[in-house]
């Protein structure tokens, strides 16, 4: 059994697509794992045949035969044609949420089938691997952050080079500003799940127009991991504040009347700053607030649910293993 962390996204979201890394110079992402979790379980099964169970149950005789893609091509991947069974679950909902899910899923499935064959793998292998997955063979749109950030954890800066290459910094910060950093994070549900396929396609056919809003947002990435080493934490939500008014700009569907309406309001009630996390459209809200505006904040918007987390600081990590 694997259990692989959920993220968020601070600054620089966006600039991990192929169609700003790969033309534009290289992008830079700050971004943290935090203790909601996919669990992934494999298990020998007692005939040839393969069992999913994840939203749904899928019982086939083949790999081809599997619906759910990022299943069939780690499986394909991995060379395992049957025989098997896999069980998914979710601490938050695994679809819609902004919380990178479907690559957290990815990599944690890829941990499992590696270590059910007996194999340990690096984090960089699992990430490389999921990227192969979903954005060569799968051809699905999107960056490169999520796969990352599952397999690392910890809280990242990440670089994207033309050449493919990551690099991933860690942001170290001393125990006072680490908790600091806690009591001042606020994550909001709004009950929106949405599909971040159409908003990437958008935002990527929209990179040139939009490219000084992009240079500006992998500026600030570095800004953001400079002010989280050095435990400013009122510069670090005035950054996620600019790096949200420049991201919602880049593509319709990233926000919208009801989501400003909502940020505007955490704003004018002690939010120093934020963001909807991931592609946008739903999901969680993201703030920096002091922790005493809280109350504040969540009694104001009572139409969202305040999710509590933590950062976690290890990445997809296989916690069992049976006979």
């Keep these: 059994m694997s259990r692989t962390p959920l993220r968020i996204t601070f600054v620089g979201g966006g600039t991990d697509i192929p169609a700003y ?38 019982i086939v005789d083949t790999v081809d035969e599997i619906r759910h893609p990022s299943v069939r091509e780690a499986l394909k991947l991995l060379d395992i044609d049957g ?45 490389e691997e999921a990227v192969r ?7 699905e749109p999107g960056g490169k952050q999520d796969q990352y950030m599952a397999a690392y954890g910890g809280i990242q800066l990440m670089e994207f080079f033309d ?3 990551v690099s991933l910094k860690p942001v170290i910060m001393n125990e006072e500003a680490r908790l ?6 606020l994550m909001l549900y709004t009950g929106r799940e949405r599909s971040s396929t159409e908003i990437h396609k958008t935002q990527s056919l929209g990179v040139d127009r939009k490219i000084e809003s992009y240079h500006r947002m992998k500026k600030m ?5 400079d002010s989280m080493c050095t435990g400013s934490i009122t510069r670090l939500g005035e950054l996620m504040h600019e790096n949200w008014m420049e991201k919602k700009s ?34 969680f809200l993201l703030l920096i607030a002091p922790e005493e505006k809280h109350g504040e904040i969540v009694s104001k918007l009572p139409e969202l649910k305040a999710e509590t987390f933590h950062i976690e600081y290890e990445g997809s990590r296989i916690i069992f293993v049976g006979d």
Aim: aromatic share 8%.
């Design 180 to 185: 600091s950093l806690q009591k001042h994070l």
């Design 133 to 139: 997955i979903e954005r060569i063979t799968l051809n």
């Design 250 to 283: 880049l593509a319709d569907g990233i926000s919208d009347n009801w989501i400003d309406k909502c940020y505007d309001t955490a704003i004018s009630s002690g939010a120093i700053g934020g963001k909807m996390i991931g592609a946008g459209g739903g999901g």
């Design 221 to 225: 990435a570095y800004e953001t991991f």
């Design 83 to 127: 025989g098997i069974e896999i069980v998914s679950i979710s601490d938050i909902p695994s679809r819609g949420t902004g919380l990178g899910s479907s690559s957290t899923f990815l990599v944690g499935l890829l941990n499992a089938l590696h270590a059910y064959k007996g194999e340990q793998v690096s984090p960089k292998q699992l990430a």
């Design 163 to 165: 050449d493919e290459r």
């Design 21 to 58: 890394y790969k033309n534009h110079g290289f992008g830079a992402v700050v971004s943290a794992s935090i203790n909601k979790y996919i669990y992934v379980a494999v298990n020998k099964k007692f005939d040839s045949r393969i069992r999913l169970s994840y939203s749904v149950t899928e």
